[in-house]
């Protein structure tokens, strides 16, 4: 499943950010989406700058973080997926040079003339491990979904992965997603390996 994430900082409060990608979350089919978004966050803790020092996405090193965006999604055979997404983020320093990052998302979607809607609670857990000079993060994750569709938590992905910094602007995220769907019968299990390719750079005069 490929992925690009553009990220511009337009300044230390507001940074804006374009993802196309592949997926199949939530036990949807093969899709593809596209669209902006816009973070709005607090000033750096101390402890979460020391933490996350070599990873080159800025905002996990604010407490909170405040997301809305936009995404269209096409598939085939199916009419387009218009997506508006809220979205708020905790993070967290833990013991020993662990982070802890609580995503809380929410997709209000329009497909079809139909109105649907799903929570979801991503949890994240990584550390940056140093191989002499150079730095990579690996890290676990787990999202539910509860989806207005069907009433019930209807979707679990479980995530391993690894972020790979390239000089001052390039990441790479490779992972694994494990995703069980029971919002139909039977249950349906999928596995897929993922490749996100962020970008990040911005406005501020250093």
């Excluded at 804006?16 to 997926?23: F, N, S, T």
């Excluded at 040079?97 to 139909?114: C, E, P, Q, V």
């Excluded at 069980?180 to 349906?188: A, D, L, S, V, Y």
Aim: with cysteine; proline share 5%.
């Amino acid at each position: 499943m490929p992925e690009v994430d553009a990220h511009l900082k337009l300044n230390s409060t507001f940074r804006a950010y374009l993802e196309a990608k592949d997926d199949r979350d939530g036990g949807e089919q093969d899709q593809f989406t596209v669209g902006p978004s816009l973070q709005l966050y607090l000033k750096p803790l101390i402890k979460l700058r020391e933490v996350k020092a070599f990873d080159l996405d800025d905002a996990k090193s604010r407490f909170l973080i405040l997301e809305t965006g936009y995404r269209a999604i096409t598939a085939p055979n199916a009419p387009l997926d218009n997506r508006m997404m809220t979205v708020m983020t905790f993070n967290f320093p833990l013991n020993i040079g662990f982070h802890l990052s609580d995503r809380n998302r929410a997709d209000l979607d329009w497909k079809g003339g139909g109105f649907t809607w799903r929570y979801r609670n991503k949890v994240t857990v990584d550390r940056t491990f140093s191989i002499y000079s150079y730095h990579l993060i690996p890290y676990v994750a787990a999202e539910p979904y509860y989806t207005s569709q069907y009433s019930k938590w209807s979707t679990t992905a479980l995530f391993a992965g690894c972020l790979f910094p390239v000089g001052k602007h390039v990441q790479f995220n490779s992972y694994f997603e494990h995703e069980n769907n029971t919002g139909k019968r039977p249950n349906r299990q999928t596995n897929s390996v993922g490749l996100a390719l962020n970008l990040y750079f911005s406005r501020e005069r250093k």
